[in-house]
């Protein structure tokens, strides 16, 4: 017997000429990933109105009349920062080595190799250069190589997609195929998984060096680009910066005027101090324009949405890629494993009355028996411990899995007398029983030539006539159009060939795959499916996934994607719907040319061929039974290979951009009465409304407290009826404007109304005491914001739809309630408030829930102009 594979010391000097082990990108440590986060605009934003807060308070110290004694505000921007900051770490540390966990458990394989002439077996990190390699069914190929001996069958779909095994032979004198024929017969690639037959492997390429390595190596790099989120909310923050710039500026323009007709003598003394505190003002008014609680509320509703996605089988690798999900206008998807279930099984049994049965409730026992024994007993698969199909080929296991696991039907290979293995040059496979009947299963064209009869659905033994071979072959011809692999079995007894059936075989579509591409469609979710497959298959898999379905959908295969420029792949993307025999340049290549226009991309996969697409597109959706370099490229782990899980993960991306609005609306409301309110208290005689502490608690309502109400909004299958929100629009849209304006308006309003006694609201108030006066606006102003959050929560008239859903929002809003009647009627001293009547506190929830009809007209209104959130 030959002896194969190195000596120890071969091995070790080998070793130099490189590791099997995949370049990693290096883990960033938790105070890395801290760092990072604080280069976040709006946190970048609070840290300059932190700083601002300690210089005023700092100036207060030594010139009183001058600065601030406000230190509260600046604690709880420095509180909000480091939470944002630390807990936005957290979770990202967390998904991080989850995600790595799920990497090592995969990379522990161990490897059957020869070393000083004996088999043994190591860690596939332990592979080196020229190492043999002893592969058997189910082991995956560990590194690149040339089989010295013996044949395989493998599947490398995750490698190209084509879900077809392919043929491993021998090289031979034949020159070793270069890296870039992945249809080549004679090199096999690291990751592949045998399926039949046995070899010895000479590894030519290990690690990086490997076709896999080389994808692995170009995901490394670490992607700086923003999502449409961050996009959105940058543009907000500048936004924002404007608003507060106008407020500031008009606040200390009016304040100079004010004090320049009430000043009695100008020296420049007085006039030096009226410009410094009319500038502390503005600046001021800037600080209170930024909603500090916006990035909490981002980084809350992304944790919160961790956990509840896991349950719900979907992995988030990467917690900003679930809103991204929410934006997704295209999702390019692999065919095998993803809209099918990966493996080969039999659809249908065709009987030769040309009747296509799906179950075998139809067919008569006796028919049965002699399926079992052309189609089991002629097989050269076998059942393991574990009760599976092993062994052979794809087209056995498959066979095998159908009558004796699916429908435990008896399969005894000891009747067997003689044996003829499947030869593809006369494309059959026979046994010959020891009663002397011969069963043939193979090529349909082939072995049923010359057959004279056939059994029928009873099993009755009929002629075969012209009328019947017609029908056999018409529903032959409509399986095979249907991306069926078609087996023929047949029965030659004394020198008469009887026909016994026909089997359909294929890999499946998903179940779920149908209606979760339509609810795709129906959420305005193109979807196109990229496969290695031939075009007749991955058309016909189309159809049934319910991916084609106008004359006007297009199917194209690599080939004439490649002709194709970018400007007229672009005219038909809207109705792309099949890319046959694609490789993995199309796959980038489909998501640049879309990214390119706009377009917020998905891809989705399992395989090696997936990875660079994955990592390049904006949502990254690998398979949980996928390769290790997938996993690592993808955004998030779709851990039940489901489709549906997809759609899943753009409903709750949906539903987290919804709360991230309903926030804003809530919180930009409050900000832009504050403002309007500090603009404009001055020159109705009042230059502090609130109290420092009241501002403090407004700030906590506004910001933690409102996080945690709205971060709990429920994923509504609603949402998947809406079309996606452009990358390029704003997220203050003009519902959100309207809101915040018509919102911010009345409570400004209101708070100045009562300061100045409009429509002779003292005699509600039934006092003229200034401090009773202030206290009974305070209240009105929280109980409007109250009353606001019901109209933030929804733009339904309806301001009660689906509240039941979220039990934090009715918790927070009752505690707010609660803890605003304790500060009023018990502290005073600490909020500057003094007690209210029972009589004053029923005209202050009247006053400010009159914020309701106002807005419902509101929403009467914009919904009559065709303007949605």
């Not at 592949?192 to 390429?205: E, H, K, L, N, R």
């Not at 849209?733 to 100045?752: D, E, H, M, Q």
Request: proline letters at 2%.
């Amino acid at each position: 017997m030959k002896t194969y594979g190195l000596t120890t010391q071969q091995a070790d000097s080998n070793r130099r000429l490189g590791s099997n082990e995949l370049t990693q990108r290096e883990s960033e440590s938790f105070l890395d990933m801290l760092k990072e986060s604080l280069q976040d605009t709006w946190l970048k934003i609070l840290m300059v109105a932190l700083t601002l807060e300690v210089v005023f308070y700092a100036i207060g110290r030594i010139w009183p009349d001058l600065g601030s004694d406000d230190w509260f505000s600046a604690v709880a921007i420095f509180i909000v920062i480091v939470a944002v900051s630390i807990i936005g770490t957290y979770i990202n540390y967390k998904q991080d080595r989850g995600a790595q966990a799920l990497q090592r458990e995969a990379s522990q394989i161990m490897v059957k190799v020869y070393r000083d002439g004996k088999l043994v077996e190591l860690s596939i990190n332990d592979i080196v250069y020229g190492d043999c390699v002893y592969l058997q069914p189910g082991d995956k190929v560990p590194a690149d190589g040339i089989l010295l001996e013996g044949s395989l069958k493998v599947d490398q779909a995750a490698l190209n997609g084509e879900s077809k095994e392919a043929e491993k032979l021998v090289l031979g004198d034949k020159e070793i195929p270069g890296n870039d024929d992945l249809f080549t017969k004679y090199k096999c690639f690291r990751g592949s998984v045998v399926t039949s037959g046995s070899a010895v492997m000479q590894v030519t390429d290990v690690g990086d060096a490997t076709i896999l390595g080389t994808i692995n190596v170009s995901l490394q790099e670490k992607d700086e680009s923003k999502t449409p989120s961050e996009e959105k909310l940058d543009r907000l923050a500048k936004g924002i910066g404007i608003f507060g710039y106008c407020g500031g500026s008009a606040a200390a323009i009016i304040n100079v005027v004010l004090g320049l007709i009430n000043m009695s003598h100008y020296t420049v003394g007085s006039i030096a101090y009226l410009l410094l505190s009319s500038l502390i003002l503005g600046v001021s008014i800037i600080v209170m324009a930024v909603p500090e609680g916006l990035p909490l509320m981002n980084t809350l509703v992304q944790g919160l949405n961790v956990g509840k996605m896991l349950k719900a089988h979907i992995y988030v690798k990467n917690p900003k890629a679930i809103e991204t999900a929410g934006y997704l206008t295209h999702v390019f998807t692999d065919k095998t494993g993803t809209l099918t279930y990966g493996k080969m099984a039999v659809a249908n049994l065709v009987t030769g009355d040309a009747i296509v049965h799906e179950t075998l409730g139809t067919i008569a026992e006796t028919l049965l028996e002699e399926i079992a024994i052309g189609g089991g007993v002629n097989n050269d698969a076998t059942i393991s411990g574990e009760g599976k199909a092993i062994g052979s080929n794809d087209t056995d296991r498959a066979l095998l899995t159908f009558l004796a696991i699916d429908n435990q039907i008896p399969v005894d290979k000891g009747m067997v007398s003689t044996k003829e293995p499947f030869d593809s040059k006369v494309k059959y496979a026979a046994v010959t029983l020891q009663d002397g009947s011969r069963y043939l299963k193979g090529a349909p064209d082939i072995i049923m030539l010359g057959c004279t009869s056939y059994l029928d659905k009873d099993g009755e033994q009929q002629a075969m006539s012209e009328e019947a071979l017609k029908k056999l072959k018409e529903t032959w011809a409509e399986q095979t159009d249907r991306a069926m692999r078609v087996i023929a079995i047949v029965k030659e007894k004394d020198g008469e060939k009887t026909f016994v059936a026909l089997v359909s075989i294929r890999d499946d579509v998903r179940k779920d795959v149908k209606g979760s591409i339509k609810k795709m469609h129906k959420a305005g979710v193109n979807v196109t499916m990229v496969t290695g497959d031939v075009l007749a298959t991955a058309r016909a898999i189309a159809k049934e996934a319910g991916l084609i379905t106008k004359p006007t959908d297009v199917c194209i295969t690599h080939e004439e994607l490649a002709k194709m420029s970018d400007e007229e792949l672009i005219k038909v993307l809207p109705d792309l719907k099949v890319v046959a025999r694609a490789v993995p340049s199309d796959k980038e290549r489909l998501v640049e040319v879309s990214k390119s226009i706009g377009e917020v991309v998905g891809m989705t996969g399992d395989g090696v061929n997936d990875a660079a697409a994955l990592h390049k597109a904006d949502v990254g959706f690998a398979m949980g039974s996928g390769t290790e370099v997938a996993k690592e490229a993808g955004d998030i782990i779709i851990l039940n290979d489901s489709l549906t899980s997809i759609a899943d993960a753009i409903m709750y991306g949906r539903t987290m951009s919804k709360s991230v609005k309903k926030f804003i609306i809530f919180q930009l409301t409050v900000n832009v009465s504050t403002v309007f309110t500090a603009v404009l208290g001055p020159i109705l005689g009042w230059t502090e409304v609130f109290t420092i502490v009241q501002i403090l608690w407004i700030n906590m309502i506004m910001d933690t407290l409102a996080a945690i109400a709205f971060g709990q909004e429920p994923a509504r299958d609603s949402y998947m009826n809406e079309k996606p929100v452009a990358r390029t629009a704003d997220i203050l849209n003009p519902y959100l404007k309207s809101s915040i304006l018509v919102g911010g308006v009345f409570i400004t309003a209101i708070c100045l109304g009562i300061l100045k006694n409009i429509f002779g609201v003292y005699n509600l108030i039934g006092s003229t005491d200034m401090d009773v006066v202030r206290t009974f606006m305070f209240a009105t102003f929280i109980m409007a914001i109250i009353w606001n959050s019901l109209n933030a929560r929804t733009e339904s008239m309806n301001l009660f739809e689906h509240i039941t859903e979220n039990h934090n929002f009715i918790l927070v809003m009752v505690a707010v309630t609660a803890i605003q009647v304790i500060i009023i009627q018990v502290g005073g001293k600490v909020f500057g408030t003094t007690p209210l009547t029972v009589g004053n506190w029923a005209t202050v929830v009247a006053i400010a829930a009159l914020i309701i009809p106002i807005d419902l007209i509101r929403k009467a209104v914009v919904k009559q102009m065709g303007i949605k959130e």
